[in-house]
């Protein structure tokens, strides 16, 4: 009997929660290392990321080498007028990182404009499970589907890359008409194309 959406988020949810910290550390240098070998980082130095959260693979040492490589990382940033999609800002170590309803901490607003999701050639996004044709699981609020729908912006260009654990791959998920499919998946165990992306995504 196939899951439903909400039990597969329950359960990677569990599984996630599960791991030892030693376990999802180790997960993070490896995701960061697979990460840095992906064509279109390398030739791009604006990039937009996340800070990992309830379980979710570590993405602080990915953000901590694309900052040595001198890469300009944008974190997302909830809408300030309440709408359901999300605004990208700079992110600079050292400086304030409010957190925002969800206690999620987000780079400080004051004194910097805000990056539109389009500009940014390449967005890593955070995820619950893929499969194997790109789609993409959230945990359900559709901030990010609704940021990057190709039908009501220009990110055609932008690509939306998602980060997970291996064990997040499931067998198929039914795709809704509003999903935004991803170009790629980096995981602990390397990285792998959709579609057309391999043109933009893989490795030189």
Known sequence: MKLSKQQI???????????SPFERHLAGLRLARHATHIAILKRHDRIALYFDNDGEIPTRPLITH????????????LHP?????????????????????FGIPEPEQRGQ??????TLP????PLVAFDKHGNRLGM???YYDRTFDRSRC????????????QFQEVGSLDAEPWDTPLAAIVTDGGHRC?????GIIKED
């Open 154 to 165: 220009r990110a055609r260009h932008t690509a939306l890359t998602g980060l997970a654990y």
């Open 140 to 142: 359900g609020g559709g």
């Open 66 to 77: 694309l900052i040595k490589l001198k890469k300009q990382v944008y974190l997302p940033v």
């Open 113 to 118: 404009r805000a990056t539109r999701a389009w």
């Open 81 to 101: 007028l309440g709408h359901p999609s999300l605004l990208f800002y700079r992110y600079r170590p050292g400086l304030p990182m409010p957190t925002n309803r």
């Open 9 to 19: 988020r329950r359960a990677m949810r569990q599984r996630r929660k599960q791991l």
């Open 194 to 198: 959709f579609g057309t992306a391999s």
């Open 122 to 125: 390449l967005v890593f996004t």
